[in-house]
C-alpha cells in the first residue's frame, strides 16, 4: 500500500509540473508558508516552496522545507528563510505531532536554508551544516541577511545570523527512532556545503540542491558545473534512489531531476563549448539556444545569465 500510495503522488507531481508557475497566487495564507506540508511517505513530510525567487509574497518561502518524525523526535531540514517562517513551519509540526524537534539539517548555507536558524537555536535545538556551509555562513552571513531584510521587509523582523552548532565534512549518520538516515555530502554542486539526506530502508533522497526540476537551477558564480557532473555521476547516481524530494519543486523520481539537472547541464556545457570552439566570445555566449528548457519557471531571468557563467567557467577549462 506504501508503494502505490506514494506512486499516485509522484505520478500526480509529474502531471502537473507543468502548470507550476510563478504566478501561482500562495496556496496556504492563512500561514507564512507558500504551501501547507504534505505527507509524502508516513513520516516524512515536505512544505513545498514557490517556483519564484524568494519575494515579500511568498515570505522567502520559495524552497522545500521538510521534516522526518522518527518515533523519538524530528528532524527538520532548513531552517528556513527568516524565524517567521521556521515558526510558521514548527506550527504545523505541532499539529502532526507531540515529538519535539530535536535536530535542524542546513541543506546549504543559502539564506532559505539558514536564516531560520535563530528561531531553532532559540527553542535549544541542534543544528548541523556541512563544513562549507558554516564556512559560507560565516564569511557573508551579514549580506545574506540584508538580502532577506530587502524583500522580506517587516516579515524581518527578529531574525539573526545563527551559526549551527553541529558541523561534518563527509557523512553524519543518525539513528533516531525508526529511521536510519546518513546526511551526505556527496561533493560539490550547486554551493558550498550542499547537503543530502539519505534514507536507504525506504529509498528515499531528500536531495537538496543537486537535484532540480519544474524550475531552471541558478548557475553561481562560484559554481563548478563540471564538479557537479563528476558529484552526480560519482555521487548521487550510484545511489539509485526510488523517491527524491528535491531542493525545489515537488516530490518526483530520479529519472525527473536527471532530466532537468544533470541533462541540463550537459546540453548547456555543450552549447557552449560549441560556441567557444567556433571561437564566439562571452557576449554571444548569452544567446546560445536554450529553448529546450524553456518551460521551466525562471528560465527568464535565469537562461541567459546561466550560459554566461558556463562560458566564464569554461573558457578556462
Known amino acids: 500500500m506504501f508503494t502505490r500510495a506514494f506512486s499516485g503522488f509522484i505520478l500526480a507531481a509529474i502531471t502537473t509540473a507543468a502548470l507550476a508557475s510563478e504566478d501561482i497566487p500562495d496556496q496556504y495564507p492563512q500561514s507564512e508558508l507558500y504551501s501547507k506540508p504534505v505527507e509524502v511517505t508516513p513520516g516524512i513530510f515536505t512544505a513545498i516552496g514557490a517556483t519564484a525567487p524568494p519575494t515579500y509574497e511568498n515570505s522567502g518561502h520559495n524552497n522545500n522545507l521538510s521534516f522526518i518524525v522518527t518515533g523519538d523526535g524530528v528532524i527538520v531540514i532548513n531552517g528556513g528563510a527568516s524565524v517567521r517562517l521556521a515558526r510558521a513551519l514548527h506550527d504545523e509540526i505541532r499539529v502532526v505531532t507531540d515529538q519535539p524537534v530535536k535536530l535542524v539539517i542546513n541543506e546549504n548555507g543559502q539564506g532559505h536554508a539558514v536564516l531560520g536558524n ?85 529509498s528515499m533522497m531528500i536531495a537538496g540542491d543537486i537535484a532540480f526540476h519544474e524550475r531552471m537551477l541558478p548557475i553561481f558564480a562560484d559554481t563548478c558545473t563540471s564538479c557537479w ?67 521551466l519557471d525562471t528560465f527568464e531571468e535565469l537562461a541567459t545569465k546561466n550560459a554566461g557563467r558556463v562560458y566564464e567557467e569554461m573558457e578556462w577549462e
Not at 532577506?148 to 539513528?175: C, H, W
Open 118 to 202: 535563530a528561531y531553532w537555536a532559540d527553542q535549544g535545538v541542534d543544528i548541523l551544516a556541512h563544513d562549507d556551509a558554516i564556512h559560507e555562513l560565516k564569511e557573508n552571513g551579514d549580506f545574506i541577511l540584508q538580502g532577506m531584510e530587502r524583500y522580506n521587509r517587516d516579515k524581518a523582523k527578529g531574525t539573526r545570523v545563527v551559526i549551527p552548532n553541529l558541523s561534518f565534512s563527509d557523512q553524519y549518520d543518525i539513528q533516531m527512532g525508526d529511521m536510519s538516515i546518513q546526511v551526505l555530502h556527496l561533493g560539490p554542486a550547486h554551493g558550498p556545503g550542499d547537503t543530502q539526506v539519505w534514507i536507504p530502508d525506504l
Open 229 to 295: 557532473l563528476d558529484t552526480w555521476e560519482n555521487g548521487f547516481e550510484p545511489l539509485n534512489p526510488t523517491y527524491v524530494i528535491p531542493g525545489h519543486g515537488h516530490p518526483t523520481n530520479l529519472d525527473q531531476v536527471r532530466r532537468y539537472t544533470y541533462d541540463y547541464l550537459v546540453d548547456l556545457r555543450n552549447k557552449i563549448g560549441a560556441h567557444i570552439d567556433a571561437g564566439g566570445d562571452l557576449a554571444g555566449a548569452y544567446y546560445v539556444n536554450q529553448e529546450r528548457w524553456r518551460n
